[in-house]
């Protein structure tokens, strides 16, 4: 059963560096590409970027290039997303899915909260 | 990359059919058959409901279906149900450059 399983919910202070994570399973984590997706309250869903942990190679949305960096673990099926100076605009809902053979995400993360407030 | 545009909202009664509209452009929708939906309820993750335009995962209802004409791809739901209210979101393959982009989703209330 393919499973994409996200870090806890966080709370953090503006200017703060953070670090979630995404650990994938049931399927083969290199052979996949994994994206993260932004949701803030009340809105809808914006591709953030995505990322194909058989090699690192990276790809941004414009809105999100050099805003956030992507990175992943082969070695433990686990895809990241990060933050060095956090602002409360940051605050949203963030999730992590698995990128299909046809550019479709078929397989999401539960989803991890991101509280930036002073 | 601008959002895909969809309407706001959509509304219907059990039983009836509604189609929600997703606009893009010659970069995206119009160039590529890899559109897909999404359906999410409120506080839930989004779940996959068709993809390459019209194809759909197993499990999913045969209920939906999923269509495009030019650079405007649209989800029809028949046969309308009270868990079918939820919020759906397009998305299309935009290059190999900034991979995608999604619509600014549509809230679907059954009467």
């Known amino acids: 059963e393919v499973q994409l399983v996200q870090s806890g919910a966080e709370v953090k202070k503006p200017g703060e560096s953070l670090k979630i994570s995404c650990k994938g399973s049931g399927y083969s984590f290199t052979s996949y590409w994994i994206g993260w997706v932004r949701q803030m309250p009340g809105k809808g869903l914006e591709w953030m970027g995505i990322i194909y942990p058989g090699d690192s190679d990276t790809r941004y949305s414009p809105s999100f290039q050099g805003q956030v960096t992507i990175s992943a673990d082969k070695s433990i099926s686990t895809a990241y997303l990060q933050w060095s100076s956090l602002k409360a605009s940051d605050t949203a809902m963030y999730y992590c899915?698995?990128?299909?053979?046809?550019?479709?995400?078929?397989?999401w993360g539960q989803g991890t909260l991101v509280t930036v407030s002073s | 990359q601008s959002a895909l545009t969809q309407p706001a909202s959509v509304s219907g009664s059990p039983g009836q059919s509604i189609t929600i509209s997703c606009t893009g452009t010659s970069s995206d929708v119009g160039s590529y058959n890899l559109v897909s939906w999404y359906q999410q309820h409120p506080g839930k993750a989004p779940k996959l409901m068709i993809y390459e335009v019209s194809k759909r995962p197993s499990g999913v209802s045969n209920r939906f279906s999923g269509s495009k004409s030019g650079n405007t791809a649209s989800l029809t739901i028949s046969g309308l149900q009270a868990e079918d209210e939820a919020d759906y979101y397009c998305?299309?393959?935009?290059?190999?450059?900034?991979?995608?982009?999604f619509g600014g989703g549509t809230k679907l209330t059954v009467l």
């Open positions: 998305c299309s393959y935009a290059g190999s450059s900034t991979f995608g982009v």
């Open positions: 899915a698995r990128l299909g053979y046809s550019s479709q995400f078929d397989y």
